[in-house]
């Protein structure tokens, strides 16, 4: 039966062996998905190994998303730009492809839970800089954001997506953040503050436009203050548990040969 397994350095919280558990048990699938740690030292060494396993693929998370680009054959260029991957197919051939499923969740859970939502019709603003963020930018500016504010609390990682990913990318500074609110149509949260057990995003958002679509890449809790307080001043929420579950599905249809949906019973499965 076809394997599949998220790979990662600790490895114990991560939902996806639940969420691909629940649509393995929902199709009637022949398969398993596990949870796999792998401490850095030997990622190169049990990627090389897993398909003589019989793993067909594998999701990577932190720590890894990174160092795997360096041991892949391909990386699509999606991944190579965003700098991370986070789905693995091992190809019948003995290569491994490499591919970021990131953006597509996050476009997908957005576009799903506020239909109305029209990316060219003015700026978004992005907090946040890293691997997450950057996903989320190059899925922005591949639905055609016009412009794309960014604001990181350590500006260079900031400067560095700019230098990436191109001119329709404007720097705000941290300590001014609020500022890049102002007539943004789109607004994410791609920090972990907010984050259970961490703190929270304390952003003044007395320039955030009511009926401005605004999402967070947390869902620990799903209803983040800085959510509690856009849906307070008129704005459309979407919490960032879908982004997770929608990423998985172009993996889950690789390594198992079916197209599985995302509902409201898999998000009861996950939490
Ligand atoms: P991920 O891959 O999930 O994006 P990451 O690369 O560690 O993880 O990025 C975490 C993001 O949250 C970064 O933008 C980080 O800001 P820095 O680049 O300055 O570290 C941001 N972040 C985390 N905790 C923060 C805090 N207390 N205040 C401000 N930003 C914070």
Not at 20 to 27: D, E, I, P, S, T
Not at 113 to 134: E, K, L, S, T, Y
Not at 170 to 195: C, H, K, R
Request: hydrophobic share 45%; charged share 20%; proline share 7%.
């Amino acid at each position: 039966i076809p394997l599949s397994a998220v790979i990662g350095w600790p490895i114990a919280h991560s939902r996806s062996p639940a969420l691909h558990g629940h649509w393995l048990a929902r199709y009637g699938l022949p398969g398993a998905y596990v949870p796999v740690p792998v401490r850095p030292d030997d990622l190169a060494r049990v990627l090389k190994v897993m398909p003589k396993m019989g793993f067909v693929g594998a999701n990577v998370t932190i720590p890894h998303k990174e160092a795997v680009l360096k041991i892949a054959d391909i990386v699509t260029d999606r991944a190579s730009l965003i700098g991370a991957a986070n789905t693995l197919i091992f190809r019948e051939d003995g290569q491994i492809h490499a591919d970021n499923t990131d953006g597509y969740g996050f476009i997908t859970n957005l576009t799903q839970n506020a239909p109305d939502w029209q990316p060219a019709a003015g700026a978004a603003a992005v907090i946040g800089a890293g691997g997450a963020a950057r996903s989320v930018v190059a899925s922005l500016l591949e639905s055609g954001v016009p412009e794309l504010r960014i604001a990181n609390r350590t500006r260079i990682r900031a400067e560095q997506i700019k230098a990436d990913f191109g001119a329709k990318v404007v720097i705000y500074d941290w300590a001014q953040a609020g500022n890049m609110l102002e007539g943004a149509t789109t607004v994410v949260n791609a920090t972990s503050m907010g984050m259970l057990g961490h703190q929270p995003l304390k952003l003044p958002l007395d320039a955030l436009r009511p009926g401005a679509v605004v999402t967070d890449l947390v869902y620990t809790p799903l209803m983040t203050e800085f959510l509690t307080e856009a849906l307070r001043r008129g704005c459309k929420v979407v919490d960032g548990l879908g982004m997770l579950l929608h990423q998985a599905a172009p993996g889950f249809e690789r390594w198992f040969g079916h197209r599985p949906e995302v509902d409201a019973e898999l998000r009861q499965a996950v939490l």
